[in-house]
């Protein structure tokens, strides 16, 4: 069974079970919201301008045609037109590869944009290289950006890959999965004859992958690693283009469980919203209350209980509640001005590691010299007068003559008389 042919009212169900299924793998659902201008203004129906090329796949022309599995879908018509001309053709060497001529090409675009068919005038390079140009110039990627993440994420499985890439293609919105089913088929068939058009699938991804998966503008900075993953994704598309948009067999069997429950009454649903709000009240006043019995045990014992029961609202009050000790404080005693870390370092900075209040004053000799004699201070009350130092007065000696002298001395006087 085909995605497209779940009815209306199940799809919601059969969302929600593609997603458990997605968690089972291994990979969490976390789907963007696109932030592309083109497609934001596609959904409110504001097309820019009418034609084939720059519009959204939903507002094109569309056709229905045969998938491999033998379930009908629609496609544009653009696409199933341009696939059945390759088709014609498949054998031609380098089909999707050669670049053709440029200015035919510009020709045929013109022409196509006019809601005109292909001729047997236009080349088959031509036609290869224009589906490949509409691809590129969609204002939603043929994969949209908001699935490349989960996509990629993917690759990380090692036996389930292939599992969880085709699981997220199933949440791809409807134009897209069926348009991706049918261009993976085709190009299926294309790799067939690579023996004579040398496109094999690895060629065909490479080639194909940057239309139909391009890589975000804001992260082409990674753009060169970042495409070979979406290569090794469209290369498992295009392998398993059979299975893309097919449901699982448990996925008919959850989704027949689903619709036999009997459905609830309103009483019901409502007693069921109560019942769940209640839960809600309970889990937040059991936070408050495991929140004020830490405040009382960093108080202490002395801290009175305090009523909880008006704290237990619908929306809860997270203020610190003002808890009051029926115990008097002690007086703060009266500490050091350093506290014992900061008393330590300086300590450890003095030459003995010892509190100078500690040790007796004994200065040295040196340093009594130093502060008494060799001071550049002057002690003396009139600085102004000189003073004779102590260093700079002569010791006056008195002279005597020696006893050898007086007796020469009386001896000349003797003679002279």
Do not use: W
């Amino acid at each position: 069974m085909f995605i497209s042919d779940v009815e209306g009212s199940h799809k919601e169900e059969l969302y929600n079970i593609i997603v458990h299924d997605l968690r089972h793998v291994g990979v969490k659902h976390r789907i963007k919201k696109s932030t592309n201008k083109h497609s934001q203004c596609s959904k409110h129906g504001n097309v820019e301008k009418a034609g084939i090329f720059r519009v959204p796949l939903h507002h094109l022309d569309h056709e229905i045609v045969l998938l491999n599995c033998g379930t009908a879908v629609e496609v544009p018509s653009f696409v199933a037109r341009a696939c059945s001309y390759i088709k014609q053709h498949i054998e031609t060497e380098g089909i999707f590869r050669k670049a053709g001529s440029t200015s035919r090409q510009k020709e045929l675009k013109a022409f196509l944009d006019s809601n005109k068919k292909f001729g047997p005038e236009h080349h088959v390079i031509d036609v290869a290289n224009v589906l490949k140009m509409f691809f590129r110039e969609l204002p939603e990627p043929l994969i949209p950006h908001a699935y490349h993440e989960v996509l990629l994420r993917c690759l990380l499985l090692r036996d389930k890959k292939t599992e969880g890439i085709l699981l997220t293609c199933l949440l791809m919105p409807t134009a897209h999965i069926n348009t991706l089913a049918y261009l993976m088929q085709f190009l299926q068939e294309v790799a067939s004859h690579s023996e004579t058009n040398k496109m094999n699938v690895k060629n065909l991804a490479i080639i194909v992958a940057p239309s139909v998966m391009p890589v975000e503008e804001k992260i082409v900075v990674y753009g060169t690693s970042r495409l070979t993953h979406h290569v090794e994704v469209v290369e498992l598309l295009i392998r398993n283009a059979g299975k893309i948009g097919t449901l699982l067999e448990n996925m008919f069997e959850k989704l027949a469980v689903n619709s036999s429950a009997p459905s609830l009454s309103n009483e019901e649903q409502d007693g069921d919203l109560s019942r769940q709000n209640k839960k809600r009240k309970k889990r937040r006043s059991g936070s408050i209350t495991r929140m004020l019995n830490g405040l009382k045990k960093m108080v202490g014992k002395g801290t009175p209980e305090v009523d909880e029961s008006h704290l237990i609202t619908s929306t809860p009050d997270f203020s610190t509640p003002c808890v009051k000790s029926s115990k008097k404080r002690k007086a703060a005693e009266v500490t050091t001005a350093f506290s014992g870390k900061k008393r330590r370092d300086v300590l450890q900075t003095l030459p003995q590691s010892v509190a100078l209040a500690n040790i007796p004053y004994t200065p040295s000799r040196s340093m009594a010299h130093d502060l008494y004699v060799s001071s550049p201070v002057c002690s003396h009350p009139n600085p102004n007068r000189k003073s004779k130092s102590p260093q700079s007065t002569k010791h006056r000696h008195r002279r005597f003559f020696t006893p050898k002298l007086h007796t020469e001395s009386g001896a000349n006087k003797i003679n002279c008389k």
